[in-house]
């Protein structure tokens, strides 16, 4: 929970003095006990930003929360047998949710790479994405021309900074091709093959689910006085971009 405020607070967060878990319910094979813990209505950190570019452009930040790790699905490529890998469900993760801000591939790319190095800055995380311990999900939509936003796509899971930014300019192309055609985006989940450099589909997103989040009756709500979350805040090191500008 310190880690999590420590980011927050890095990001310019506001952080959530009281608190508490919830149980999101649904049923995946990665996740088969039917339920995960997370926290739904009241993250620890909210409305924070972070700047990418020399332009100054902020990314903002949505929400920063705590959640259990699910497992993880192994798919055969030829659509044969599929293998799940529970070592690392149940494990605390932090989740990090951004405004739809990015424009290109290469901002999403700039914007991963500085999280990176803050959560080694500050000793979160060794962030190091060929050991999964950071994943990126992109969610990408085209604004349509009366300036509202089309159909979103979310491609899951990827465990490379470049290939995430190679899936956003791809996406871009595909759907532009798409509508340019005069035919309809799909709501789906796709993954990012990084040999064929293309994005494929996994599973359609047509309705909504009701997840039925409840309290977490197992675990108590957290309270943070003012006091505790200065003295994290104290506990900082500094910064990448302080450290630039001092340079």
């Known amino acids: 929970i310190r880690k ?6 890095a990001l310019n967060c506001k952080i959530a003095e009281d608190t508490f878990f919830e149980r999101k319910n649904y049923f995946y094979p990665d996740s088969p006990k039917g339920y ?4 739904y209505q009241k993250p620890l950190c909210y409305d924070g930003n972070l700047e990418i570019t020399n332009d100054r452009k902020r990314i903002r930040i949505t929400r920063i929360h705590l959640e259990e790790d699910a497992g993880r699905l192994y798919h055969a490529p030829d659509g044969g047998d599929s293998l799940v890998d529970f070592n690392r469900a149940g494990v605390p993760l932090m989740e990090l949710v951004t405004e739809p801000d990015f424009e290109t591939g290469q901002e ?12 080694k800055y ?3 995380s060794d962030a190091d994405m060929d050991k999964g311990q950071m994943r990126v999900e992109v969610n990408i939509s085209l604004t349509n021309p009366d300036g509202s936003w089309g159909t979103k796509v979310e491609v899951k899971n990827i465990n490379s900074i470049k290939f995430a930014a190679d899936a956003v300019e791809y996406e871009i192309k595909r759907q532009s091709e798409l509508l340019d055609a005069g035919e ?3 709501q789906e989940t796709r993954g990012w093959d990084e040999f064929k450099k293309q994005s494929f589909s996994q599973r359609s ?3 909504a689910h009701d997840y039925r989040y409840f309290p977490e009756p197992d675990l108590p709500p ?6 505790e979350i200065e003295k994290i805040r104290d506990g900082l090191f500094e910064l990448p971009q302080q450290r630039r500008e001092r340079f």
């Open 184 to 186: 309809k985006v799909h």
């Open 205 to 207: 997103k047509e309705e």
């Open 36 to 39: 995960q813990i997370t926290q």
């Open 222 to 227: 957290i309270h943070l006085d003012k006091a």
């Open 108 to 119: 999403v790319k700039k914007f991963a790479e500085e999280l990176q190095l803050i959560w």
């Open 4 to 9: 999590v405020i420590q980011a927050g607070l």
């Open 122 to 124: 500050i000793e979160a």
